[in-house]
């Protein structure tokens, strides 16, 4: 399984920013993915996750309930991580991930294949 984010930069707050995470439909197919973040000194938290075989079902960090959206494109191979209304408590470097686990995951140590980071900053 491999996983390339891509798409971070800095951002105004209010603004709007879209990761990418460049994987393979087979990856799409048979893992749930998810997204992470880690902010400087802080452990790295779960963000959101999308449901393999779902038609597109994702659950949320409440900081970023209604904000933020993963969705898949199955042509493209990439899973996307939508921002909007962005703040400055958001500036981190996010990061993707897949589990091969059934139900959504919540917990970084269940995630089995991680991507590089990619960084966003928001400016106040």
């Known amino acids: 399984v491999q996983l390339q984010a891509s798409g971070g930069g800095l951002v105004q707050a209010g603004g709007s920013l879209r990761l990418s995470c460049a994987t393979s439909?087979?990856?799409?197919?048979?893992?749930?993915m998810g997204w992470f973040r880690q902010a400087p000194g802080k452990e790295r938290e779960f963000v959101g996750t999308?449901?393999?075989?779902?038609?597109?079902?994702?659950q949320y960090a409440d900081s970023v309930k209604g904000r933020f959206t993963i969705s898949t494109d199955f042509i493209k191979e990439v899973v996307y991580l939508q921002m909007n209304s962005l703040r400055p408590e958001d500036t981190a470097v996010y990061y993707c991930a897949a589990t091969g686990r059934t139900f959504p995951r919540y917990a970084r140590s269940e995630y089995d294949y991680w991507g590089q980071g990619t960084q966003v900053i928001i400016s106040s």
């Open positions: 999308i449901i393999r075989r779902s038609g597109g079902s994702a």
């Open positions: 439909r087979r990856t799409l197919t048979n893992y749930n």
